[in-house]
């Protein structure tokens, strides 16, 4: 599922231009499939990564060993999210001192030391490499889960309640950037401590996905009729689809595992979280292209498609490229995953 997840979020992060959002009013035959792919139903990705990324923390019981999980999210997790965020900032500062890249990041020699702070850590808002506050908020809930899984071994269904509650709400954990993530961790582990077999969903995942798509399709409608007026109560909706899009990412995975695509999207599993580290700025780089050629919105779902084509390609190429070239370097940016892609328990986490 790993690789599915995060092409979903590669299309979350694809630009467009602000003044031709539907939030803005803007209205052409392709908004609709915009708003039910980008605002909708790959919104299900980073929730479902995350629960897949709790059961794997909890998958031997609720006794961890907490020195040892802090040491191996330190390097598959920490690790990476440092590199790969400061090396953004350099590459966008070096942008900006000649010109390039101004109005596509922040300003980063003018930023104040709070955000600057913000942009390199992900304290309070997300880091200059937008994708990587799920890493951050991922490291938080690793350095939680003692906590986490005693709530979810002794009281699961209030925990998960509540967490639901404060997800679906928007409310402010102070220690997350986003409480979806929290909640969904949360609901892993819960799953992996009490014994509670996923993959008995399996035979109901034709329904399950047909019943998550339906309520997309819904959502969707609904963001069209009242994109402005209804703002808060849309957010709250979102959030609750994308909870319950867990499920519908879970069956949707069963439904291409069993197909003919299956074994070459396990095998391409291998690229996804290299992808998902790279794949926001290589999407802005194309798009100050894209700007440049002064098309219009009109061509903009040439650019949609586009833009996902090519930053499934070029990355895949890269990532082969430097596993021949530079294979160390490629473990330490995918946090020593190189030596555990063919596990077929190696996880986004």
Not at 57 to 73: A, E, M, T, W
Not at 92 to 114: D, K, R, T, W, Y
Not at 222 to 237: F, I, K, N
Request: net charge positive; proline share 7%; hydrophobic share 55%.
């Amino acid at each position: 599922m790993r690789i599915v997840l995060i092409l979903g979020v590669v299309v979350i992060h694809i630009p467009f231009d602000t003044a031709a959002s539907p939030y803005a009013g803007h209205r052409d035959l392709w908004t609709p499939l915009h708003l039910l792919l980008r605002d909708v139903v790959f919104r299900a990705g980073v929730p479902c990564l995350g629960a897949i990324s709790g059961y794997l923390v909890f998958r031997k019981g609720h006794r961890i060993d907490y020195g040892g999980l802090l040491r191996s999210k330190a390097r598959t997790i920490l690790v990476p999210f440092l590199i790969w965020n400061f090396g953004l900032y350099a590459l966008v500062l070096a942008g900006e001192s000649i010109g390039v890249g101004e109005g596509h990041f922040p300003n980063l020699a003018a930023a104040p030391a709070p955000v600057t702070l913000d942009l390199l850590f992900a304290i309070e808002h997300a880091p200059v490499n937008l994708p990587l506050y799920f890493l951050r908020d991922l490291m938080v809930c690793c350095l939680l889960a003692p906590v986490i899984g005693l709530l979810v071994e002794r009281a699961p269904w209030p925990t998960l309640a509540a967490l639901f509650l404060i997800s679906v709400l928007g409310l402010r954990t102070y220690v997350l950037l986003r409480p979806d993530i929290l909640f969904s961790f949360a609901l892993g582990a819960a799953l992996a401590i009490h014994r509670i077999d996923p993959i008995r969903l399996d035979p109901h995942a034709p329904k399950l996905l047909a019943a998550f798509l339906l309520g997309s399709l819904a959502l969707a409608t609904w963001m069209l009729v009242w994109p402005q007026e209804h703002h808060a109560l849309l957010m709250s909706a979102v959030k609750l689809l994308s909870a319950f899009g867990i499920l519908g990412a879970w069956a949707a995975g069963a439904l291409i595992a069993a197909s003919p695509f299956g074994a070459t999207m396990a095998e391409a599993g291998r690229f996804s979280f290299w992808i998902f580290c790279a794949h926001y700025p290589v999407l802005v780089a194309e798009w100050m292209v894209w700007e440049k050629l002064e098309l219009g919105p009109a061509f903009y779902p040439l650019f949609f498609v586009l833009a996902f084509a090519v930053t499934f390609a070029g990355l895949r190429a890269s990532y082969l490229a430097f596993s021949v070239a530079c294979p160390d370097l490629l473990r330490v940016l995918t946090g020593n995953r190189g030596r555990r892609e063919r596990s077929s328990t190696a996880a986004l986490a």
